[in-house]
């Protein structure tokens, strides 16, 4: 199993509202990474976990918050979003955060989120 | 400061022409270098990737090799095809104290014609 495994594909949630975006893989990574990625512009990163802990935030406003539950899950909580916010979101998983092994990413195919 | 530096698109080539893309990077010691893909409405697919001087990644037509001397890692294929329209990111993976991060270019956008 080769995948990593986004859900939703879509969503549309007010300002006000609470939502999650949902990250799975099965292939033993330690590291698991969230990025963002607006139109027509490369993906930037958000947060790295490694062995569920987070060891990277690059100042990444409040009103998203991370979760790793446990290696194989990533979260991803919104709450109070922006339609600047508006934008796919993207999952990643490595073998190691400290770059063991080749260090490929390896991504989901992207939560396209909407802020209304 | 490290960055990556990529050839501004889009690019339009017609079907069977030869393709390059060129990327420069800047970065302390010698970083792992990669070509990710994404075809539209999707991810970022791993394309080829070379670890250190010399190597040459490739990848269903498409090579890259990594030039220290240039710190360059140019992506080219020989014969393109319409199924490789998509964008095309050059990302070296910095290593840092406490994690590796992957900064991506700014992509460049392939458009092939029949």
């Known amino acids: 199993d080769t995948e990593v495994t986004q859900t939703p594909k879509h969503l549309v949630m007010g300002m006000t509202n609470k939502k999650s975006l949902k990250c799975e893989q099965h292939?033993?990574?330690?590291?698991m990474y969230w990025y963002k990625q607006k139109a027509k512009k490369p993906p930037e990163l958000m947060f790295v976990y490694s062995y569920e802990k987070l060891s990277i935030n690059e100042s990444v406003p409040s009103r998203f918050s991370p979760e790793c539950p446990n290696s194989s899950l990533l979260n991803l909580h919104l709450h109070a979003l922006q339609p600047e916010d508006s934008a796919l979101y993207l999952c990643a998983s490595s073998l190691s955060a400290t770059g063991r092994g080749t260090g490929e990413l390896f991504f989901g195919e992207g939560s396209r989120l909407t802020v209304l | 400061g490290n960055s990556v530096t990529q050839m501004e698109g889009p690019v339009t080539l017609s079907e069977e022409a030869f393709l390059t893309i060129n990327c420069t990077y800047t970065a302390t010691g010698y970083p792992s270098l990669f070509w990710y893909v994404q075809y539209p409405g999707e991810g970022l697919q791993l394309l080829l990737k070379a670890t250190k001087a010399d190597d040459k990644g490739s990848n269903k037509g498409f090579e890259a090799t990594y030039r220290k001397e240039t710190t360059s890692f140019h992506l080219e294929k020989g014969s393109v095809q319409v199924s490789d329209s998509a964008v095309y990111f050059c990302?070296?993976?910095?290593?840092?104290?406490?994690?590796?991060?992957?900064?991506f270019g700014t992509g460049t956008r392939l458009q092939v014609t029949l």
């Open positions: 990302a070296p993976l910095i290593r840092t104290g406490t994690a590796s991060k992957l900064t």
């Open positions: 292939m033993g990574h330690r590291a």
